[in-house]
């Protein structure tokens, strides 16, 4: 069993709706939580981090940790043919950037 | 900030040979990190460099890869023998320090083909 599980989907909705992308995660030692946006055939793209159970809002983006669930969510409000990408979540067990352990990635594609 | 940089973006090779990848990150930047990212999976970490110092490496990464990061700025990624296992998307980033909110920077990645 992996130590991040994600959804590859793809997901695809209608442009303006609220989309719900999930993680969850098997290692009780992850402190630190990161959403990233991959683009095809483009290095992914820091989009939010967090190191603590909650929310935390960037525009139009909300992540979302339950530690005792062991389980991470971003939503994005108002979603954008713009914000078609894959969505990769990552995390790591101490505070910093080295050896991060990723998610497979959710392939989101937006309608118009 | 000019970006992180990697050379080549595509790379064909036959089974056997040698490859070498380059990246140079983001100027400053005293962190680079190499991974390797497989089609529809995440990256996986490789190794990472604080400066010219190599401070771990994956169990991922056999023997026969081997990173380099002279003078602490670019950094080469050798895979000798080659196998077809080694076919996969194999990404850069960097970042100014260790801490969690240095913000990871990714290069658009070398795809390596093994035929």
């Known amino acids: 069993q992996k130590e991040v599980e994600q959804d590859p989907g793809p997901l695809s909705v209608p442009e303006g709706a609220i989309v719900s992308l999930n993680c969850t995660y098997s290692?009780?030692?992850?402190?630190?939580f990161m959403w990233y946006r991959q683009y095809s055939r483009k290095g992914p793209e820091l989009l939010m981090y967090?190191?603590?159970?909650g929310n935390k809002e960037d525009g139009r983006f909300t992540a979302q940790v339950d530690k005792s669930s062991k389980y991470i969510s971003l939503f994005i409000r108002d979603s954008q043919p713009s914000d078609s990408a894959t969505y990769l979540c990552a995390m790591s067990p101490n505070f910093g950037n080295e050896k991060l352990t990723f998610g497979t990635g959710t392939r989101l594609t937006i309608i118009p | 900030d000019t970006g992180v940089s990697q050379d080549p973006r595509h790379k064909i090779t036959k089974r056997g040979q040698n490859v070498t990848f380059r990246c140079d990150p983001i100027s400053e930047h005293n962190r680079l990190y190499w991974y390797r990212q497989t089609l529809g999976q995440g990256p996986e970490f490789l190794t990472y460099f604080q400066n010219e110092a190599q401070l771990e490496k994956s169990r991922l990464l056999s023997d026969r890869f081997s990173a380099e990061r002279p003078k602490g700025s670019f950094s080469t990624l050798e895979i000798q023998r080659t196998e077809q296992g080694d076919s996969a998307m194999y990404l850069c980033?960097?970042?100014?320090?260790?801490?969690?909110?240095?913000?990871?920077?990714f290069g658009s990645g070398t795809q390596l083909s093994v035929l």
């Open positions: 290692n009780s030692a992850f402190q630190y």
């Open positions: 967090t190191y603590s159970s």
């Open positions: 980033a960097s970042s100014r320090g260790r801490e969690s909110n240095e913000k990871l920077f």
